[in-house]
Structure formats: C-alpha cells, structure tokens
C-alpha cells in the first residue's frame, strides 16, 4: 500500500528546497493525492496547465500566465473558473510569478491551495515528480535482513532462528553493508525497480541472538551502513534435514526460482544451513553467479554443453 499524502505534508517537506510561498486556499491543505491511473478515472499527478486533462497538481509558469493574459475578458474568466472548478489538488505558480487578481479569490472559493515557487516550471515538475514517485509507490514490509552485497540489493529470509542476522554480521565484518534487519521496507517506485529502504526507528541496528541489539553504525563506523537499495536478489536459509530429498536434485538443472514483490518476480536462491557450512562465502559466491547470470552466462549449461562435445 502507498501512504496518502496530502497538501500540507508537501508543503512542509519541500518549502525549504523549492522556496514554497502559501498565497491562498489554506482551508485545503488536506486534500490528498493519489496515484494517477487512466484505466480507473484518476487524473495525472503532476503537468503543465491543462483544461483538458487536468492534473492534481497544475502547473503555471510564465508561458501559461502569458496565455491567460492575452485571452479576451470573458474566455480568461471562463478559464481561470475551470481550472478551479476541475477540483486540483494544488495549483502551483512557478518562476516566482504573482497570481492574476481572480486566482487568489477563487482558490478560497473552492477551497483549492495555491503556492507558489521561485524556481523554474520544468525544474518544478521535476522535482515533484520525483517526489510524488517515492511518496506514492505501493509499499510492502518484509521479514529478514536486507543488505548490500557485492553492490547489488540482497534479501536474507528464513524461518526464526535460522541464523539471518548472524550470516548478516558476518557479511558485514567482510565488507557489505547493512541496510535493515527484521523489517525492511519495499517501494515499487519504477516498473522494474524495488527500493529497499530501513524504518527510521531500528536504523543501524541489528539483532543478534546470544549478543541482543547491536548499533552497527557505534560499532564498525558509517561505511557499513546503506540508506536504501534496489532488490535484485532474494536468498532463503533452509535448514538441512538428514535424508531429505531435494538434497539430491540434479545438480546440473537450473534451481533458480522467483518470488513475486509487489508485481514483479525476483530471483530467489535456496541455501540449506547446516553445520560446518560457510555461509558468508556462499552468500558471495550466490550473488557473484547471479551477476554472472545477468551478463548471459550459466555455468551449468556450460559444462552440460562440454559433455556433449565430449560425448560427439
């Protein structure tokens, strides 16, 4: 689920950045944006002044508030009154341009918050697109440990107890880094991109059994600790049973499955936990095959293929 966010909230986070001014229709600073969706009647987020298809929030530069000008008396009443009337979230004057006389009037008339921003009307769409994009992405939390693996974005999973947040110390004193323990948060904020980020309240800390809470950022300095990353791969400790029999698989087929977050399907990579094994350097050696898988190559149909060739 993504969080609502309303106008306020906007204003209060980015006033500073996009020199946000409040000039009328306070009486709204509750309204709500919601993810823009054609196929269920949602308007667009964010746009350039438009009548036609409007946009939760409407932006007015000085091209736009030149052609309002320029219009005859009535049509220029008419227009102003139907981008008030089309219910936007906010309306939003950039290039640090003063209002027409009626916009002040109508935003209190429909209740409709107008701001207005020094900076550029690109720079201005720019930078909420960005904004709305990480505010509103579909949200999921999570169990296990996310961390930064050889570069790349790797989930821990298993059942409780099986040795995550150990595995997730060890990796972290040979060099990874930590991005969350026990309840990482995913946000689907591009198509093919899931940004894994850590609750602000158990930042830097990780909970290891026989030790309890570790400050990891008091313990081994700030290089160890990431503020968010895309997941690219998901490991899962298993516990190996004596006599199981997925333990005799063909060890040539291709056990790589997928687990689907938030519509897309990421790569998921089994490892039996037992006694004796080293599971950091298998953690390693999991995400450096993946690479390998991503640039084309699989080492198990290579040496399937050297049989055959032998065998011809």
């Not at 490991?235 to 005799?248: P, R």
């Not at 938030?262 to 990579?269: A, E, K, M, N, R």
Request: aromatic residues 6%; hydrophobic residues 40%; glycine residues 8%.
């Amino acid at each position: 689920m993504s969080e609502s966010l309303t106008v306020q909230t906007l204003f209060e986070d980015l006033a500073p950045r996009l020199h946000l001014e409040w000039l009328a229709g306070r009486n709204g600073a509750r309204r709500i944006f919601t993810q823009g969706n054609a196929a269920r009647g949602n308007p667009g987020l964010i746009g350039h002044f438009n009548l036609i298809h409007a946009n939760q929030a409407q932006v007015l530069g000085k091209t736009e508030l030149a052609y309002l000008a320029n219009l005859r008396k009535n049509w220029r009443q008419d227009a102003c009154e139907q981008l008030f009337e089309s219910d936007p979230v906010v309306v939003l004057l950039a290039d640090e341009c003063s209002p027409p006389e009626d916009f002040v009037r109508l935003a209190d008339h429909y209740q409709v918050p107008l701001l207005k921003s020094a900076i550029s009307s690109n720079d201005l769409i720019n930078d909420l697109r960005y904004y709305f994009t990480h505010k509103l992405a579909d949200r999921i939390t999570l169990h296990g440990v996310f961390m930064e693996v050889l570069s790349i974005g790797v989930l821990l999973t298993g059942d409780s107890g099986v040795g995550k947040s150990e595995l997730a110390l060890e990796l972290i004193t040979r060099g990874h880094r930590l991005v969350a323990d026990d309840a990482p948060e995913f946000a689907r904020i591009a198509p093919d991109i899931i940004n894994g980020t850590c609750p602000p309240l158990i930042q830097d800390f990780l909970e290891v059994r026989g030790l309890g809470v570790l400050n990891i950022r008091a313990m081994y300095g700030d290089s160890v600790i990431k503020k968010g990353k895309y997941l690219r791969l998901v490991i899962q400790l298993k516990q190996a049973h004596q006599g199981d029999g997925a333990a005799f698989e063909d060890r040539l087929q291709d056990q790589q499955r997928s687990r689907n977050i938030l519509g897309l399907d990421i790569p998921v990579i089994s490892l039996p936990v037992a006694p004796g094994r080293n599971l950091a350097v298998l953690v390693e050696a999991a995400v450096r095959n993946h690479l390998l898988r991503l640039n084309g190559y699989n080492a198990g149909e290579d040496l399937a293929a050297r049989q055959r060739h032998l065998m011809s």
